[in-house]
């Protein structure tokens, strides 16, 4: 005689929950070996949900509690430093303004376009500090988009202070690229935060 | 769960959102015990079950704005617990079988002969063996919720529960005269 496999125990233990076929529970029916396996089953389980609670040997809290701080503090900090990027760019803005109402013998296209992108960033960090972020309940997904976008946001933000070290042309080149992809991060931080739009395409 | 924290839950969640270290902490007070013995029942190491406590309580603490009360706050913890235990057990694969385990100890010839304890014979499955037996027997869980939270199906955890009790059986003893 063929008796029950444990798969097929382990169907028969939860009738209506992991249903087994009538043909394994005629046979359970009729076969002592296997009740007695199903008995065992049922033993190990009731012996599996009474084992003793074990507990930490150390308090991890005070270590948990200090990491949470620390990143609490880390996202304010990133989020002042939106607005003081913002504050640079207004000024950086006003200067590339004087700059171009002087007579130039060209006018260079990098420059508007550097101008036009310093200012987007700077609509777009006021519109997100209008809807307060930090503030609002997020799902996961959306809270991890979010983040993604900060840190790409912080990335790009670290690189543009390091343009300092770039030479006049290059620099100008590598500042526009960076203001447009900084520019291009926020509109998609601020879709996420305002519209909470689920196929962002990270 | 403690009484105290009960009693006060909806007060003490209420300013666990807003960030309040205080009741954050009352959070971790009430739920470490439970959170500890799930992580420490599915990792391999009490090391990796404290820092599966530790990660898990830190989501708790970013996350518990995102709570929407829809079901019980332990059941919400846990999901959390058992994705983080279940996370470090898949970076710990690299070790998570019965078979090399057997090799290293040298212990298949002696099977047979053994009588374990339900601790050791627990303690002796693969990782990912043990953990469907504990979320499924002990925690309640469904095959088709392990599946999810393991990223692979329903029948995976289904034929992984099976071979678990398989083992037990053996180390245990229990074979059928």
């Given at each position: 005689m063929n008796h029950l496999s444990m798969e097929s125990l382990l169907s028969l233990?939860?009738?209506?929950?992991?249903?087994?076929?009538?043909?394994?529970q005629e046979h359970l029916h009729q076969c002592p070996q296997c009740q007695a396996e199903l008995?065992?089953?049922?033993?190990?389980?009731?012996?599996?949900?009474?084992?003793?609670?074990?507990?930490?040997?150390?308090?991890?809290?005070?270590e948990t509690a200090a990491r949470y701080r620390a990143e609490?503090?880390?996202?304010?900090?990133?989020?002042?430093?939106?607005?003081?990027?913002g504050g640079l760019a207004a000024a950086a803005s006003?200067?590339?303004?004087?700059?171009?109402?002087?007579?130039?013998?060209?006018a260079d296209p990098t420059t508007e376009q550097l101008q036009e992108a310093m200012v987007r960033s700077q609509a777009l960090?006021?519109?997100?500090?209008?809807?307060?972020?930090?503030?609002?309940?997020?799902?996961?997904?959306?809270?991890?988009?979010?983040?993604?976008l900060e840190d790409r946001i912080a990335r790009?933000?670290?690189e543009l202070e390091a343009t300092e070290l770039l030479r006049q042309q290059a620099r100008d080149q590598e500042l526009l690229r960076l203001w447009r992809e900084r520019v291009g991060l926020l509109d998609a931080l601020v879709d996420v935060h305002v519209t909470r739009a689920s196929n962002a395409g990270l | 769960m403690e009484s105290?924290?009960?009693?006060?839950?909806?007060?003490?969640?209420?300013?666990?959102?807003?960030?309040?270290?205080?009741?954050?902490?009352a959070l971790y007070r009430a739920f470490e015990s439970p959170v500890y013995n799930l992580a420490r029942r599915i990792c391999r190491t009490s090391e990796d079950a404290e820092d599966?406590?530790?990660?898990?309580?830190?989501?708790?603490?970013?996350?518990?704005?995102?709570?929407?009360?829809?079901?019980?706050?332990?059941?919400?913890?846990?999901?959390?617990?058992?994705?983080?235990?279940?996370?470090?057990?898949?970076?710990?694969?690299?070790?998570?079988?019965?078979?090399?385990?057997?090799?290293?100890?040298?212990?298949?010839?002696e099977d047979s002969h053994l009588r374990m304890d339900l601790e050791a014979a627990l303690e002796r499955l693969s990782e990912t063996s043990r953990a469907v037996v504990w979320l499924h027997d002990v925690e309640g869980y469904t095959h088709d919720e392990i599946g999810a939270m393991m990223g692979k199906t329903a029948s995976f955890s289904k034929s992984q529960l099976a071979r678990a009790h398989s083992r037990l059986r053996q180390w245990l003893g229990e074979e059928v005269a």
């Open positions: 233990r939860e009738p209506g929950r992991e249903p087994g076929t009538a043909t394994a008995e065992r089953l049922h033993q190990r389980v009731a012996r599996l949900k009474a084992l003793p609670a074990l507990r930490p040997g150390r308090d991890r809290w005070p609490r503090a880390r996202r304010r900090t990133r989020l002042a430093g939106f607005t003081g990027l006003v200067a590339l303004v004087l700059s171009l109402g002087r007579p130039t013998p060209s960090e006021t519109a997100l500090g209008a809807y307060n972020p930090d503030g609002r309940v997020l799902d996961g997904r959306t809270a991890r988009m979010a983040q993604e790009v933000d670290r | 105290s924290l009960l009693a006060q839950a909806e007060t003490v969640i209420a300013r666990a959102r807003t960030g309040d270290p205080e009741a954050l902490g599966v406590l530790q990660e898990t309580f830190f989501e708790v603490c970013r996350s518990i704005g995102r709570y929407r009360e829809e079901g019980s706050l332990w059941g919400w913890i846990r999901t959390i617990a058992a994705s983080k235990a279940l996370m470090r057990i898949r970076r710990n694969k690299y070790r998570d079988t019965d078979e090399l385990n057997d090799q290293v100890m040298g212990r298949r010839q």
